[in-house]
């Protein structure tokens, strides 16, 4: 029953964690509430939470080592700075002592034990959860800069100065996958003396992005063998109904190298978590929520890559600014023709 709050916490997480001062004190108009103020009414929410919890402890001795193993005495009860930190803990142990008492052979010690009592009380906090992620996305959509579109942009920054150093000898680049337009806008900029085009299966290029796009059918690319020096899959594979034709089709039309950004997994992470946080990081930065998504493997991801006999120059473990449960690679390979 409570991993509804656990999907609940990772998707606040990645909407406001490491949100920047401005943005938290930022309000739509005079009066509106800001985004710190709903960090500040998280943390009196959990408050409650620990109380009420803690009270069960108080009339259940032969239980009182064990949440009180999980309680963190060092959190004040009072006069907390509204930082996401102090929600994050105070959420973190909730979910501890819900998952102690909901394991607990002792249902009939209590009536807020019984499965029906855990059960009101998680949906209750479900439903403030709810209230309050509506109200941070409404905030963060009326932002005159989208703080996770900012975040989308300045991991594209970082990731394009790691394979900057493989596009000096090529002449020609090919986004497959063109997407928002944000990585293909960016390479543009900051290479000028190449000849760029563009590929994908529908047009969702931003409305201020200007970036070449063909359409195509997602199965075979509409280009002669060996056309393009660099392809670059910027965040695609995982997003094919079928990666491995499409991998295939990059590596029959790219003369040099690709490019392949992607992301796996981490052991234990929480599918669902993955998919609702997924759906989070399309909707900042403009995508439609349809998208095929299926995360690789790292290792299945790898031996595809060396069934194309493609050969590895550079691989990266990425920094992320999102606390998704995966782990974000730049792979470098060559084409062995």
Known sequence: MYRKLQHNFDIIQFLIKDILTEQLTWRATDG???????????????RLHHRCLQQIADKLPALEPTIS?????????????????????????????????????????????????????????????????????????????????????????????????????????????????????????????????????????????????????GETLPFADNRFDVSLLFYVLHHCQNPARVLEEAVRVTRQKLILIEEFDRPGADQTSLDLTERYSHWAIGLPLDLPYQLFNQRDFEMMLATHCLICLDRQLLPSKTCRPVQKFLYVVEIAK
Do not use: K
């Open 32 to 46: 509106a509430r800001s985004l710190g103020e709903i960090v500040t009414h998280l943390i009196h929410l959990e």
């Open 69 to 217: 193993a999980s309680w963190d005495s060092t959190i004040p009860m009072s006069g907390c700075q509204p930082s996401f930190e102090t929600y994050a803990r105070y959420r973190c142990q909730t979910l501890t002592l819900l998952e102690t008492l909901a394991t607990l052979p002792i249902q009939n010690q209590l009536p807020l034990l019984e499965p029906a009592g855990l059960a009101e009380m998680i949906a209750n906090i479900d439903a403030h959860d709810q209230t309050l992620i509506c109200q941070i996305e409404a905030i963060i959509q009326a932002m005159p800069l989208n703080p996770l579109l900012s975040r989308s942009i300045t991991e594209i920054d970082d990731y394009h100065r790691r394979y900057q150093p493989h596009l000096s000898q090529a002449r020609s680049l090919l986004d497959i996958g063109v997407g928002t337009g944000l990585a293909l806008r960016h390479v543009m900029r900051r290479n000028p003396q190449l000849a760029f085009t563009g590929v994908d299966i529908r047009d969702l290029r931003l409305p201020d992005v200007d970036v070449p796009l063909q359409l195509y059918d």
